[in-house]
């Protein structure tokens, strides 16, 4: 039988249906599927003859896209929603664990009666949860409801006399609640000013705001006039921003600021156009790290030495075939064994080629998450793990604080590694390291990261395809069967005899629920995350970064990895999820993790924070310098305009005024050498052959041009 993995969805040609298996027979009888679209589906038995059959006539094939599977972070569900998911599963937990009897009509009748007296619910309810279970993929969050975004107004918080918020981290001022009387303050500025004058900027009527209620001045002793010299407890930005979105009506304000017939027209909105204890391969998988006795070098300048990598491995109890690795930095900690959960479902043709090294499907068949995870306290004991349990029904199990012989396969995995490549790689740890007379092996570091991740991908596949377990109990069933304890033996023998526990899911669905989530900006400069800037071809197409601009920005949930913050992946409601790659605005943060790039952000800040309060105070004192010089030009203007000219009379002469004005300009501008400089070395030259007296200046003959340059000015150099 071809379907032998769990959770598949099965595509029937004839009526276009979509059908998940269920369950599959240990002795390879048939499997139990049900029909996900239709809302009184029931769990129905397929043959092994009869799957074989459809499959070769093609009346039947694996669908490799799920439509029902929702990918959810469980920080993203609220506490109601957690609530009645929990209440639910708390119902049919004890009866869909009865397999297969839960499939069968008789006995899925008395666990039925069985959930309702205990837990007082009607027969539908029962009936209803167990088929969203079963068509929506069979974890805990399928029975969520399908709620979608939804939202409340903001509540104030009371005060209490603390400051709210965030602590301020750079510059000096600690910040302020903000009160009534600030928010009146704030109502004041946007409406009488920054409502009325439509080159008035944000930015503009908060420095406006600065200066009428939370600046100090003092007169100029050299002036006379008075300049800002500080701020004091003055509101952020960020707080301004903020409550003018709160208070007021930001597109009525845009209205009045741009004239209804222009909003109308720019602004208005456009309403057209997601071994003993286990069975098979995959019953249970063994996870575990090391810090490699090996020292590298940096990938960008190898004169670095940067330490010793971490490297994970899972291995699968049954075959211990070694299905998931990653060699990186990472660790030991949630985001290391992310990844190389991660890599279980990964394409490993794929993988294999990302390091220059070729293989083929059958050298590696691993592709699959297992039932049961076993792991240490300090990657699982987090919250993070609890997507990993809802998303994918996968058991967590953690050993015992010092007790690392309950993971004792993985364990000596590690020691058989190191062992392969330790008399070959350059800066490996030797047994006198540190010891009198002994050398540094730090300083023979030569291979960087991607180098070691290459030697170990070498020797797991070598391990995976050749090494023989010695001490491995075979059952009767394999010693009758001739098979050798080499892992892709032992695997391939189980996926065929066994059929395992392994639970097929997307890679990129994987990858998604395992990496870290957070919430991204849509701007209008790109999707903005961690100080970089994303895009996608569905923001373009949906026209999502001139909504941003002409409206305001909003959230989305995105995930990422902080290992290489070059792409992310936003969550989407229609797609399970979309990549967005960095924009040429963020061209700088490429290649780097999210502690280098967090690192020079934290510098920016620090330097843009200290600048802070001398920038607002000199835009202030700019405003006020510009503001002093206007009233003089108006009081100027009042003294010398004559009342009795008409409009008409001032405005038919204005090419004659610019003329005159251009004149007088030129020869206020025109260069002029002083008088002392002129008789300090000039040496006068006779026109035409003629003498000049020595203290005779006078040009008997001048041409045309220098007459009248001599009429106009005269030969003491005044007008």
Request: aromatic share 10%; proline share 4%.
């Amino acid at each position: 039988m071809l379907f032998c993995n769990v959770n598949q969805l099965l595509r029937w040609t004839e009526d276009d249906r979509l059908e998940r298996v269920l369950w599959i027979d240990l002795s390879g009888n048939g499997l139990y599927a049900i029909d996900i679209a239709l809302e009184t589906a029931q769990p129905r038995f397929c043959d092994s003859a009869s799957l074989d059959l459809a499959l070769s006539e093609g009346r039947v094939a694996v669908e490799p896209n799920d439509p029902t599977v929702r990918i959810l972070s469980e920080d993203s569900l609220k506490p109601k929603q957690r609530e009645r998911r929990d209440s639910a599963w708390a119902i049919i937990r004890p009866i869909i664990r009865k397999q297969p009897e839960i499939f069968t009509a008789d006995q899925r009748g008395r666990l039925v009666r069985r959930a309702m007296d205990e837990h007082h619910v009607t027969k539908q309810t029962v009936y209803r949860l167990l088929r969203r279970y079963w068509q929506r993929g069979m974890t805990r969050n399928a029975l969520l409801l399908d709620y979608y975004r939804s939202g409340a107004p903001g509540i104030d918080k009371p005060e209490t006399g603390k400051k709210r918020g965030r602590p301020r981290i750079y510059g000096e001022a600690s910040g302020l609640n903000i009160d009534a009387e600030t928010r009146k303050r704030f109502k004041l500025i946007i409406t009488l000013q920054y409502a009325h004058e439509h080159s008035l900027s944000m930015s503009k009527a908060y420095l406006s705001l600065l200066n009428q209620y939370y600046s100090v001045s003092e007169v100029c002793e050299q002036t006379g006039q008075q300049r800002v010299v500080r701020l004091q407890n003055y509101p952020s930005m960020i707080q301004f921003r903020y409550w003018f979105e709160r208070d007021n009506n930001v597109f009525n304000i845009e209205r009045i600021r741009r004239t209804p017939r222009v909003y109308d027209k720019d602004m208005r909105a456009i309403l057209g156009t997601s071994t003993s204890e286990v069975i098979g391969p995959g019953s249970r998988y063994q996870i575990d790290a090391t810090i490699a006795d090996v020292y590298l070098v940096s990938r960008y300048d190898r004169s670095k030495i940067v330490g010793r990598p971490v490297l994970y491995v899972l291995v699968d109890v049954f075959s211990r075939m070694v299905v998931g690795v990653y060699a990186g930095f990472e660790g030991p900690s949630w985001v290391g064994a992310m990844m190389a959960l991660t890599n279980t479902a990964a394409d490993k043709v794929e993988f294999c080629r990302q390091y220059g090294i070729k293989i083929q499907p059958q050298d590696w068949p691993c592709q699959a998450l297992p039932e049961i995870l076993l792991s240490d306290r300090g990657e699982t004991a987090g919250k993070a793990v609890e997507t990993l349990i809802d998303a994918f029904n996968v058991h967590v199990e953690t050993a015992a604080p010092f007790r690392a012989d309950w993971k004792g396969i993985v364990e000596q995995q590690f020691r058989l590694l190191q062992e392969d490549f330790a008399p070959y790689v350059p800066g490996y740890i030797q047994t006198d390291y540190r010891e009198r007379g002994g050398g540094d092996y730090r300083l023979d570091a030569t291979l960087d990261i991607d180098q070691f991740t290459y030697i170990i991908l070498c020797c797991i596949l070598n391990y995976n395809n050749t090494h023989a377990i010695k001490k491995y109990h075979r059952d009767p069933d394999m010693v009758a069967d001739g098979i050798k304890t080499i892992p892709i033996d032992l695997w391939e023998w189980g996926i065929h005899r066994r059929n395992g526990r392994l639970t097929h899911y997307p890679h990129d669905q994987v990858k998604l629920v395992l990496l870290p989530t957070g919430k991204a900006t849509v701007t209008e400069s790109g999707i903005y995350f961690y100080g970089c800037y994303y895009s996608c071809i569905e923001a373009f197409e949906e026209h999502w970064f001139e909504r941003a601009r002409q409206c305001r920005s909003w959230k989305v949930c995105v995930s990422y990895d902080p290992r290489c913050m070059d792409t992310i992946y936003l969550h989407h409601q229609k797609k399970s999820f979309v990549v967005c790659d960095l924009t040429d605005r963020s061209k700088d943060f490429r290649a780097m993790s999210l502690w280098e790039i967090d690192q020079i952000s934290q510098i920016d800040r620090a330097l843009k924070a200290n600048q802070a309060p001398k920038e607002l105070v000199g835009q202030i004192n700019l405003a006020r310098d510009i503001k002093a010089k206007v009233a003089e030009a108006e009081t100027m203007k009042k003294e010398q305009s004559s009342p009795k000219l008409s409009k008409r009379a001032k405005t038919s002469s204005i090419r004659t005024n610019r003329a005159q004005e251009k004149e007088s300009l030129r020869s206020r501008d025109a260069f002029r050498p002083a008088p002392h400089q002129l008789s300090q070395g000039v040496t006068v030259l006779p026109i035409r052959g003629g003498e000049v007296a020595e203290d005779d200046f006078e040009i008997s003959e001048v041409t045309p041009s220098l007459l009248n340059f001599k009429r106009e000015v005269g030969h003491d150099g005044s007008k």
